[in-house]
């Protein structure tokens, strides 16, 4: 267990949690506008849209380094 949870950390940049909620996060904004998001979670639209674009600078940092 912790062996994988260690090597997952290492070869993505992120902890396992973090790493399956970003994908939830991107799979969301694909399936959905980002207004309507932010209707259904009640956060103004810019905060969603800076957390996409925050998770998007992430996975992208990861997975060219």
Known sequence: K????R????LTGMTVHSY???KR???ACADN???ELATA???PAD???DAVNNVI???NKNQFS
Request: aromatic share 16%; no cysteine; proline share 0%.
């Open 2 to 5: 912790y062996y994988f949870l």
């Open 7 to 10: 090597k997952f950390k290492t």
């Open 20 to 22: 399956i909620v970003n």
């Open 25 to 27: 996060l991107i799979k």
């Open 33 to 35: 506008d980002i207004a």
């Open 41 to 43: 979670l009640n956060i």
């Open 47 to 49: 905060k969603v849209q």
């Open 57 to 59: 600078k992430q996975l």
